[in-house]
């Protein structure tokens, strides 16, 4: 601040140490060319000129700042979804005796994290098949195409999607129609004699849940 | 006498200009008047021209009852649903606010896309009025977006699943997939933070965008003048268009108002009644079955707007589907908005624009058939077949206990949810009523537990007594079932045609392992 002052009082020089020679000369330019240099007042309106260059210069810098600053807090929570932390924990499904091998079952279970405010989409759904004892297999509900919900029908062993006519079979693997991949399968272990799955997210194309 | 009489009426005649002419000096609104509704238009401006004044009629009727119900509603996933339900069944007049607010979004829509047609059509976007079509284009996303989003609020099953889907196209795009389906979402489910995101679409963003854009459209309409209806061999010269477009209008033009407005107020109260009475007839659009993802029994459609979509992602093929759901939006909107760019000037007559009454033609039809196709939704498999659709007495007549056991299995299989036998049961799969004319024996063994042709393989699924039980049934739909079920008279055919039993028990344990 002080240092741009004491430029300027220097004469008309001054202004080509601006830092922001752009704002100053669109200021300056037409009082330039019709103020006679050697007037008596030229000090004092290259003074006031640099005043109000500085002025300018200020307000802008100011209102940057601020402006970023206030951004931060509007964008950082508009965008903060993006950062995408996997929030998925170990989820207990049930114990492993209540799962008869050859089976494929649909078991629910509630999101490890969420609000109140969530309500019923907290809830969540998932279909296990005990391959034998201790061995599973856990499909999400949601269809490799787009999303919906598939059914798993016993008698045929397949699961089917209501919307576009996907259809896996008993391992998951695509049976037919549009899906691109096999379903969605999360990742399970075993603890104190209970299933549990690692779930928290959506699964997509991109991960599996 | 008279003169006595007359002095009070013409002082407040007086003191009624003083005061306009006051309000004018400090607001300039005569001016504004002169301008806008008083400003001369062509003189056969006429019904063409009611539907874009139809779609701002039904967009102020959606800020109106918006409101209202945004003071109602609870943008909460853990309350939106039962306070659907509390605005229709115990506020008063709540359902019949809930209906207008949804037909009207519909007839907005409609009258949105009447309206760009009718400009295509009579090439109303040529020079000088590009950036109004420009408007006019990002005015239709705007208003569609509001149709999606206002879907969403509805906080049902469809709403739900509708958000999956939009998920997982989120989801396909290379390596920004995920970020996309969290910011789409504001989080890694489907939660009360997705619904609170697209509440603040709905009833900020998206109609304080449609307001400015309303604002550049009616502006750029003021600027440039509503287009003269088009006359074959007349084109538009952008050199000398608007200083002949100007003389017409002031020596052949009407004010707006009352003139040329008189065709729009008839069209939209006429449009206003069909309103209320589509909207107390149908009654409000759902809220449909609970938003619960534990409910696995559901079965998503998108509202009828978007119907011609989810054919679309049925019926492309998989290869491609990730790439046209990606490019191909931007790359339409992008060509969309450049047609004024494209062709500027010359004629604007239908008559002269072959290709571009084509392109209408066959966007309209294209559209109408997804359309239906949505309705239809052939390619899903009906989920319920299998327990709840009858089968006609004419396909279990006269059947052998093995053949009869193949008729069970043709239903606990789930063989109906894709294959219909006399027209009852899933489109997804070929009808079967007449399968046994084009299949033998061994090619439907082979089809049933191999698959192949987008149909599941059975061969785990059923064991070989199964298989040949089914296969038996399946060799019996020969087509002389139909004739009974055409006629309805069963008793009236002597014998049901030659079936293919001795062929069949000839084959059955070879070929059955």
């Given at each position: ?97 209540d ?41 999400a ?9 598939v ?14 006519g ?31 799955i ?12 | ?11 407040v ?30 003189r ?103 149709a ?168 492309l ?38 290709i ?12 109408a ?21 009858p ?25 109906r ?56 049934y ?5 087509g002389?079932?139909l004739?009974?079920?055409l ?27």
């Open positions: 601040m002080s240092d741009q002052g004491t430029d300027d009082m220097h004469g008309q020089n001054g202004m080509h140490d601006q830092h922001d020679q752009n704002d100053k000369l669109d200021m300056k330019n037409p009082r330039a060319s019709s103020a006679s240099r050697s007037c008596q007042d030229c000090a004092h309106a290259a003074a006031k000129e640099s005043r109000r260059g500085f002025l300018f210069a200020a307000g802008t810098t100011l209102l940057t700042i601020g402006g970023a600053l206030v951004a931060v807090p509007i964008v950082g929570a508009a965008l903060a979804p993006a950062a995408n932390r996997n929030p998925s924990k170990w989820i207990p499904l049930g114990k492993l005796v799962f008869k091998v050859g089976d494929t079952v649909l078991v629910t279970f509630t999101n490890p994290w969420g609000t109140p405010d969530d309500g019923d989409t907290r809830e969540n759904a998932c279909y296990v098949r005990c391959l034998e004892a201790g061995k599973f297999q856990v499909f509900v949601n269809c490799a195409h787009l999303g919906c919900p059914e798993w029908f016993e008698q045929s062993r397949l699961f089917m999607c209501p919307c576009h996907g259809v896996y079979y008993e391992d998951g693997s695509r049976a037919s129609g549009p899906p691109p991949r096999g379903l969605f399968e999360y990742q399970w272990r075993i603890a104190d004699e209970n299933l549990e690692f779930a928290g997210r959506l699964p997509g194309l991109q991960e599996d849940a | 006498m008279t003169q006595e009489k007359m002095k009070p009426a013409l002082m005649k007086r003191a009624a200009l003083d005061g306009l002419r006051w309000l004018d000096d400090r607001t300039g609104i005569l001016w504004m008047l002169r301008k806008s509704v008083f400003h001369r238009v062509p056969n401006a006429k019904w063409w021209y009611v539907f874009g004044s139809a779609t701002m009629m039904f967009f102020t009727i959606q800020i109106a009852s918006g409101i209202v119900l945004a003071t109602i509603y609870a943008p909460s996933a853990a309350q939106a649903y039962e306070s659907l339900v509390y605005i229709d069944e115990q506020v008063p007049f709540g359902w019949m606010l809930r209906a207008l607010h949804g037909w009207s979004s519909n007839a907005m829509c409609i009258m949105m896309l009447i309206h760009l047609a009718q400009v295509f059509l009579h090439g109303a976007y040529k020079f000088p009025r590009e950036l109004t079509w420009v408007s006019g284009v990002f005015l239709c996303l705007t208003t569609l977006g509001l999606f989003t206002g879907q969403i609020m509805r906080w049902d099953a469809d709403a739900y699943w509708g958000l999956g889907i939009g998920a997982a196209i989120a989801d396909r795009a290379p390596g920004i997939g995920n970020q996309l389906r969290a910011l789409l979402l504001g989080g890694p489910v489907i939660s009360g933070a997705t619904l609170t995101r697209f509440f603040t679409l709905h009833v900020f963003i998206l109609p304080g965008a449609a307001i400015a854009l309303i604002g550049c459209h009616l502006y750029s309409v003021l600027r440039n003048g509503i287009s003269e209806m088009p006359k074959a061999g007349e084109p538009v010269d952008p050199a000398t268009y608007r200083e002949g477009y100007e003389a017409r209008v002031q020596k052949d033009g009407v004010p707006f108002y009352p003139d040329a407005a008189r065709h729009d107020m008839v069209f939209c109260g006429a449009m206003l009644l069909v309103l209320i009475g589509v909207a107390a007839w149908f009654g409000p659009f759902g809220p449909g079955a609970l938003p619960d993802p534990r409910i696995i029994e559901a079965s998503p459609r998108p509202d009828g707007l978007f119907l011609w979509l989810f054919a679309a992602l049925a019926l093929p998989p290869a491609s589907e990730t790439f046209l759901l990606l490019v191909g939006p931007p790359v339409a909107i992008a060509i969309l908005a450049a047609v004024p760019f494209l062709s500027n000037r010359g004629e604007r007559a239908p008559s002269r624009r072959p571009s009454v084509l392109l209408v033609v066959l966007l309209t039809t294209g559209f058939v997804l359309t239906l196709l949505g309705v239809r939704s052939p390619w899903s498999p009906q989920m319920k077949a299998w327990t709840s659709t089968s006609d007495i004419a396909f279990i007549a006269d059947r052998t206990p093995l053949e009869l056991q193949g008729a069970l299995e043709f239903q606990f299989a789930q063989c949810n894709c294959h219909s036998i006399g027209d009852a049961g899933g489109k997804r799969g070929p009808d079967l009523t007449t399968v046994a004319t084009r299949l033998s024996w061994d090619q439907l063994v082979r089809q049933i537990q191999q698959g192949g042709g987008n149909m599941p393989a059975y061969g785990k699924a059923l064991s070989s007594v199964e298989t040949q039980a089914l296969v038996a399946l060799s019996t739909l020969d002389g079932d004739r009974a079920t006629t309805g008279a069963l008793e009236a055919q002597p014998a049901r045609d030659a079936a293919p039993e001795p062929v069949a028990a000839e084959h059955s344990p070879r070929q059955v392992q």
